[in-house]
Structure formats: structure tokens, C-alpha cells
């Protein structure tokens, strides 16, 4: 275990931290950039760097990454990772260790080189943000994708550039001119090199060094180019992580390209321009106080003594569990380009994240769910059968789902989905499921019991589950003490019983017996594969228990590329945990990690799916390719209609 102080030296130390630049600097380089949206990458780097290291923030840090790790499903995987996703194998502990004794500079190093580890884990459920730096999206005026022309998969940048680009504002698109940039010239360009090397191999390496999210490294390459997606309940176009990366790094891309109506390859220098995501600052002090210092949501609460934990008994609901990743880029989200808005008649359904459309044919219905975690968790249920209705009304007998860029959410949506497509009959709508069953958890499942807690204030009770004959478990029954032995690379990893979730009980929806189409008239595309957490538990559970058709489109030529991106069961947020840990009384207990000091999140992946296939291996770790493949062409990379009409 790290070394922890006590909360009242360590406030102390960070309060004297405050005070080192409580006054700006004769040339303060965070005043230089305040009030602006977008600025150049050297003048956020020369902020983000104004700040010291301070060892009492890397213990406080490190303190609560490691002993939230403690109930991390996945530690012990990553020793050795199976095949095909061996490039994630990582000794976590090690990597803690060489955080904790690396000398750094400045606050920034330290924070990035524990961002950047954790996000090369490749589960995006398991990441360190720091909002102090991860507050920035770096944009180049040059979103890339990766299509066939005239039989031949290439590189280039997108011909909607200039379209797309211009709907990010003129506040972006005047600081390229006043740099004398010709951006609109690179549109629909083939690029042959990306700083001197092959296209696709520098996409490996931003697919190996920043895009994270996924362990299959074929969706992380398809996370590299530009798509199509629905951020909130509005059609989008997503940078990509080559041109919009979280956090500022680079100050430009070297390309090599030749320009439409060309034949001469040139080598073009391209900026990229940092927008700024974050709270407001007029300098060095307040960027701190605003955008890094801990807030009132940093940390958890106790919810027993909250004021706002526990309403009445009668109208008391049980917490929502939670699968998603986190993509920055949708803070920062602009829409599609409206050539490429669907023109197909849209029907019920489609307010929110659900977009619902009758294609040509008359025959073929979509079902774009571009999220699984709507504003509203019982109107998303209402929207599927709105929509399935309208679909029968209007003589549908095929349907086509399209999950691009659908990064998870409610876990009991999820489920929903797939078991109002299967009909009721299908049984159980899930996946067996355990937590870990280490001291600190054993601890919280016996003081909850202990305490009363139930599943309106915890997700540790065990009412909040089922046996496997699917009867929910009292609230008084320890699931995880004793703990059930597992092995994972001949590590003892010991596991709390198996069960069942209790998705049935937030249903507001009659689920049909039947499915309302045929299952063989049932198909799934993502374009990317880039479908996460709840998003690939769905899709999982549709091929593992329907075998229904999944097509992927993109990727790198010769290489695989899974239908699934990372599949946990269940995601806590820091804030989640630190709750559980403070609402079962045990937050002064020796292994509890500390409240953090600095504003920011480490999430992890907290329970476990196992596969219906193999019930010895989590369903992440399940190699399932899709069905079908199919090359993007410049008609369908961002037009979802011209794909589903394809598809």
C-alpha cells in the first residue's frame, strides 16, 4: 500500500500549494489563454506545465488509484492477457510502482503518465481522468477516414472536411486563417504518410498510444478515423482520435498527401488548435481552483445522512447500474453535416437517443440506438415500443440495428433491448455476473447487512441481485463472504457467488412473449465495432443466445476487428465507490482509499459478465468476430442511410 497522511496535512500542504500562485506571475502563462475557446497547443502546454510537481498530491492520487484497483475484475487478466487481445497484458502493480518513484517535473507529467497508463489498459471503463488536463480536445482541421476506392482501402481525409470543419465555428476557423492555413484545400485528399510512416501503421500507433476504450486493437484502430454517431438525441460527426484526441500533446501532424485533382505528393504541416473544454479562469490561481482542485462531486457520501438518499419506502427505487466509457470528444460535439442527415420516413420512438426510420424497401426498419443512457430511463423503454409498434403498423419484417459509436449505459436497458427483440420467453435477459471479493468489499456486503442498507443507497446489497432460479436475494444475505475460489494466471482471485441481475423489476414495459419479428429477420451493423460496455453486452447477448447476423464495417485491411468493444457487467465512477465505502460506515478503515484532493475520476469496471458460450471466461475476454465485414466507400463512411440501405 502507498504511504497515506492524514486529510488534515494533506489539505494543509495543498492549501499552501494554492497560495505558491495565488498571485499571477509577471508573465502568467494560464492568463495569457484565459477567456479563449480555442488557442494554440504550446500556450495550453505552457499552463498545464506552470504548475510543480508536489509529491503530497502523487501519495494522495496514487493512494486512492491503488486500493480502488483492490476491486478492479479485470487486475489479475492483465497479467497475461489471452489471444487475441495480448497486447493489453500489463503488470498494474509494477506500472503503480514506477508512478510512484518516477521524478517529475511538473504536476501535468505525473498526472499524464497515469492517464496514459491507464488508458492504454484499453478498458474504457478504467481510466484515471484528471480534469486538471484532460480538459482539452486537441482539433486538426483534417478529420481521416479509411475507405475503398475503385477496389483499394486507403487513408484519406474526409471530402465533407470543409462542411464539417466550418459547423465547429469561426472561432476555430479564424485562428487557421490568421496562421495563413489553407485547410479547405486538404478535403477529400489520399494521404500517403502520417509523420514518415505508412497511414495504417501510424494508426496503429494511435490506436496502441491514445485511443484506449477497447481491447480488441482492430476497434481501437477504427476509433482513429472520422464517423457517424448520435451525441445526446442529435446526429453527430466524431473527429476521430488522430484528429481530435482528449488532452494536447502535439502541436501539429506531418502529412503527406495528394490533393484532389492531383498527382503530386506534398508533405504538409497541419496545426492542430486545443478547444477548451473545462470552467472558466482568468489565470494561473482560478485555472487551478476551477478546473483542478477538488469540488463538492469529486468524492462520495454517505447516503444514510445525505438529506437526498432515501425517500419514502413506497416510492423508494433502486440505484440504476451503469456500462459506459467515457468519449470527451462529445462534450465538444457538432452535427453531421446535413447532407448526410437520413431522408427515410422516421417514426415513433425517435426523440431521444433512439432514432427509428423505415427504409426504401417498405420492408426494412432501422433502429438506430445510439446510447443506452437516455435523459429518461423509462421513456427509452416507451421509445422501443413506440417504435416497434410503428414498425408492425407499417408491415416491417426485417429490422436493422445500428450501434455505431454507442458507448454503453443503463445496464437494465440493455437488457430491456435485447429481451423485448428475443420475446419473454428466452428466459433470464442477462449474464451470470460476480464482484471481487476482496477484504474491503467482504467488509462493505457485512456492514450493509449490518446497517440495513438496501438497494435504494447501495449497489453492494444484495438485493440488488437474484439467484441463479432468478428469485432476488434478501437484503440480509451475504453473497460474497464466504468467497468462491477462481484462479486467474495462477493468481488466487477470489470472487464473490454467482448471480443474476434483477432487470426485470425496472421493466415499466409488458415484454412480448414472442419477438416481435423473426429472429433471422433480426441483423446488427457497427460501422466501427466501436460499441461498448452495455452497448456490448447487448450485442453480445444477441449473437450468443439469437446468433443473430453482426456486421462490422471499417478497419484495418488484414486485420480482424472483434463486434464488441470492452464488455464488463458494471461500472463504478470514483464517486461511486468512495459512496459505498462512506454509506457502509467503513471509510475510516485501514484499506478505504483516501477522498481525493485534486478534481478528478477513476473509474473501473466493478462486476464481471460471463460468456453464455464459456462461463469460465468473462465475456471481454471472449473472442467473437462478426459475421460479416465490409469495407467503408466514399458513399456509406458517413452517410448512415446510404449504409443501411447497403447493409
Not at 17 to 38: N, T
Not at 118 to 136: A, E, I, K, P, V
Request: overall charge negative.
Amino acid at each position: 500500500m502507498l504511504p497515506l497522511q492524514s486529510l488534515a496535512s494533506l489539505a494543509a500542504v495543498v492549501t499552501s500549494y494554492h497560495q505558491a500562485f495565488a498571485a499571477p506571475a509577471p508573465s502568467d502563462p494560464c492568463a495569457a489563454i484565459a477567456g479563449k475557446l480555442f488557442v494554440l497547443p504550446a500556450d495550453v502546454l505552457a499552463c498545464e506545465r506552470s504548475f510543480p510537481f508536489n509529491e503530497t498530491l502523487r501519495q494522495n492520487v496514487l493512494t486512492t488509484v491503488s486500493r480502488v484497483f483492490d476491486f478492479y475484475t479485470f487486475e489479475n487478466w492483465y497479467l497475461d492477457s489471452p489471444p487475441p487481445f495480448q497486447e493489453s497484458t500489463n503488470n498494474i502493480r509494477a506500472n503503480l510502482t514506477r508512478i510512484n518513484t518516477t521524478q517529475y517535473e511538473t504536476d501535468y507529467d505525473f498526472n499524464i503518465d497515469l492517464y496514459d497508463f491507464t488508458t492504454q489498459l484499453n478498458d474504457g471503463h478504467t481510466r484515471w481522468f484528471t480534469n486538471c488536463y484532460t480538459n482539452w480536445q486537441n482539433i486538426l482541421p483534417a478529420p481521416f477516414i479509411n475507405v475503398e476506392i475503385n477496389g483499394t482501402q486507403g487513408v484519406y481525409i474526409a471530402p465533407d472536411t470543409v462542411d464539417f470543419i466550418s459547423s465547429i465555428g469561426t472561432n476555430y476557423t479564424d485562428l487557421l486563417d490568421e496562421m495563413g492555413f489553407d485547410w479547405q484545400r486538404l478535403a477529400g485528399a489520399q494521404v500517403t504518410a502520417l509523420e514518415g510512416q505508412d497511414p495504417y501503421d501510424y494508426a496503429d500507433f494511435v490506436a496502441d498510444t491514445v485511443s484506449g476504450n477497447f481491447l480488441d486493437h482492430g476497434v481501437r484502430v477504427n476509433s482513429v478515423f472520422s464517423s457517424y454517431r448520435i451525441s445526446g438525441t442529435d446526429f453527430s460527426q466524431r473527429l476521430g482520435d488522430l484528429a481530435g484526441p482528449t488532452g494536447v500533446k502535439q502541436t501539429s501532424l506531418e502529412v503527406k498527401l495528394i490533393t484532389v485533382n492531383s498527382t503530386t505528393e506534398e508533405t504538409v504541416s497541419i496545426p492542430y488548435i486545443a478547444s477548451f473544454l473545462g470552467v472558466a479562469f482568468t489565470d494561473q490561481a482560478s485555472y487551478w481552483e476551477n478546473n483542478c482542485a477538488a469540488t463538492p462531486d469529486t468524492n462520495g457520501m454517505d447516503l444514510r445522512t445525505s438529506g437526498s438518499s432515501r425517500v419514502s419506502t413506497a416510492t423508494a427505487r433502486r440505484r440504476l447500474a451503469q456500462g459506459n466509457i467515457i468519449d470527451k470528444s462529445n462534450d465538444s460535439a457538432v452535427g453531421l453535416p446535413p447532407q448526410f442527415i437520413p431522408t427515410a420516413p422516421q417514426i415513433d420512438g425517435s426523440e431521444g437517443v433512439i432514432k427509428n426510420f423505415i427504409l426504401p424497401d417498405n420492408q426494412t426498419g432501422v433502429m438506430f440506438v445510439g446510447s443506452f443512457e437516455p435523459d429518461d430511463f423509462d421513456q427509452f423503454q416507451a421509445d422501443t415500443v413506440a417504435a416497434i409498434s410503428a414498425f408492425q403498423s407499417a408491415g416491417i419484417s426485417r429490422l436493422l440495428v445500428d450501434l455505431t459509436n454507442n458507448g454503453g449505459g443503463f445496464v437494465c436497458l440493455g437488457q430491456f433491448l435485447f429481451q423485448y427483440l428475443a420475446g419473454s420467453k428466452i428466459g433470464y435477459p442477462g449474464f451470470v455476473s460476480t464482484n471481487r471479493a476482496n477484504p474491503l468489499a467482504q467488509k462493505i456486503v457485512a456492514a450493509d447487512i449490518a446497517l440495513g442498507n438496501d438497494d435504494t443507497i447501495t449497489f453492494y446489497s444484495a438485493d440488488n441481485w437474484a439467484f441463479l432460479n432468478d428469485t432476488e436475494m434478501p437484503e440480509s444475505y451475504n453473497y460474497i463472504d464466504p468467497s468462491l475460489p477462481f484462479t486467474v494466471n495462477s493468481v488466487n482471485e477470489p470472487t464473490s457467488q454467482r448471480f443474476h441481475d434483477t432487470c426485470q423489476l425496472s421493466f415499466t414495459q409488458t415484454i412480448p412473449e414472442d419477438p416481435p419479428f423473426l429472429t433471422e429477420n433480426v441483423a446488427i451493423v457497427k460501422t466501427l465495432g466501436n460499441c461498448a460496455s452495455t452497448c456490448a453486452m447487448f450485442s453480445t447477448l444477441m449473437n450468443e443466445r439469437l446468433q443473430t447476423k453482426i456486421a462490422v464495417f471499417g478497419g484495418k485491411p488484414g486485420e480482424n476487428v472483434e463486434f464488441k468493444g470492452m464488455a464488463g457487467n458494471q461500472v463504478l465512477e470514483w464517486a461511486d465507490i468512495d459512496t459505498e465505502i462512506k454509506t457502509a460506515g467503513l471509510k475510516d478503515d485501514h484499506l478505504a482509499p483516501p477522498d481525493l484532493l485534486v478534481s478528478g475520476d477513476f473509474r473501473h469496471n466493478w462486476r464481471t459478465a460471463w460468456s453464455w458460450l464459456n462461463e469460465s471466461i468473462p465475456i471481454a475476454y471472449l473472442s467473437e468476430l462478426p459475421k460479416i465485414r465490409f469495407p467503408y466507400t466514399l458513399e456509406t463512411y458517413n452517410d448512415p442511410q446510404n449504409l443501411w440501405v447497403f447493409a
